[in-house]
């Protein structure tokens, strides 16, 4: 477990937060995180939503995005409940992740490629990528 990892790990406390600004992530406390959580890369420039939960084994690599697409409506008026990423999912640099009404599942082992923008659940061991995302392919590896 790198430093990122470890800082993410404390993110309840103030001072663990500070100490990733520097390579501005924000991961607020109120997301839900599993074991062997891994930021790539350091990380660097990771945003993610506060109702946001990421399974176990997942891999977020630099400059990536997670929460909501309608972002421009407040809190209390979006339709938005929770974007819910599986285990063994990897999001690839750059990518960005926007969940719509209610919950948005990224199913297990899915892989959401370079810059792409998904803004829809995905099935399990899908491979994700363009603007806006689309389905390309299957993951073999973990079928």
């Not at 991961?27 to 420039?45: D, N, Q, T």
Request: proline share 5%.
């Amino acid at each position: 477990m790198g430093v990122p990892e470890k800082l993410v790990a404390w993110r309840r406390h103030r001072w663990a937060r500070l100490a990733l600004m520097p390579l501005n992530i924000s991961i607020p406390a109120k997301v839900e995180i599993g074991r062997e959580f891994r930021l790539v890369h350091y990380g660097m420039g990771t945003v993610i939503y506060p109702d946001v939960t990421i399974g176990d084994r997942v891999r977020i690599y630099h400059q990536v995005t997670i929460g909501r697409k309608d972002a421009h409506v407040s809190r209390e008026d979006s339709p938005f409940e929770r974007l819910v990423i599986g285990d063994d999912v990897v999001l690839f640099p750059g990518c960005k992740v926007l969940g719509g009404a209610g919950v948005t599942r990224i199913g297990r082992g899915t892989l959401v490629g370079a810059n792409a923008v998904l803004m829809n659940s995905t099935g399990e061991n899908e491979i994700w990528a363009g603007n806006p995302a689309r389905l390309v392919g299957r993951r073999r590896d973990l079928d």
